[in-house]
Structure formats: C-alpha cells, structure tokens
C-alpha cells in the first residue's frame, strides 16, 4: 500500500489517500476517478511528498537487510583473508604486474591489488583475466 496526500486544485484541500501502488494512483488519475471529498472536483493532483511505504514488516525487514549485509561483510572478510595467504598484495601496481605475469607466463601466486575501471576493461580486452571482488578496509579489527 502507498499513501498519498493529494490536492484539490479547486478548493485546496489537501487529503491522504492510499493505492495499491504509484502505478494503480496513475491509472485512476488519468480516468479522473480521483475526487475531491470537499467539492467533488477532480482537479486532483499529488502533492509533491514523498510517499510513504506501508509495510508491517518494516521493522523486521530493516533487521533482515542488517543481518544479511553483516553476513555479507563477514563473508567478504572471509574471502580478503583468504586472498591476502594466496596472493600477492601489489597495490596500485596492479595492471602493470597483471600484464607480466600474463605476457612472461609468469607462474606462481596470484596477485591482488588495485586498478581503475579503465585499466580493468583494457586488461580484459587483452585476455588477461581480472576478477574485480568486493572489498571493505578492515578497520575495525
Ligand atoms: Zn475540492
């Protein structure tokens, strides 16, 4: 359900109605099937409120979204952790080191560091393979 507060362009009166959807307030707009309940003009509009959202699930939802993305930064920690003891940390010198070992056919541990999203698309336009991975600073342990 949304709620809208709605104006009467007539008589100014302003009032809240609900929809089932922004889509269902826009079909009954343009039939004109919104009437004032002052003057029963249909000179009917939106204020310019944001809508508010119902749900009766509100709160349990915001914890739902919270636990999921704590569980996704534990799991994104999990993974820094792993890549940090397999490969080798080489900074901004990422594209540049990614580029040898493919050119030299260098093998070995792999690499991780940082690059721009250019840098990224012309690796990859040379068949070089870039994973790009989630990452957040640890700086909270
Ligand atoms: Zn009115």
Known sequence: ?????????????????????????????KKKFLNCHNCNSNKVSKTLMAPKMINKNQKSQE?????KIKNISKKI??????????????GENFAYEARSIHYNKKRGKGIYGSASKKEIQELKDEGIK???VPWVDNKDN
């Open 77 to 90: 920690k999990e993974f820094q952790k792993f890549v940090k003891n397999n490969f080798n940390y080489v």
């Open 130 to 132: 870039v994973e790009s």
């Open 63 to 67: 914890e739902y979204q919270i636990k």
């Open 1 to 29: 359900m949304i709620k809208y507060k709605l104006i009467c362009k007539n008589c100014n009166l302003i009032f809240d109605s609900w929809f089932a959807s922004s889509v269902e307030y826009e079909k009954l707009n």
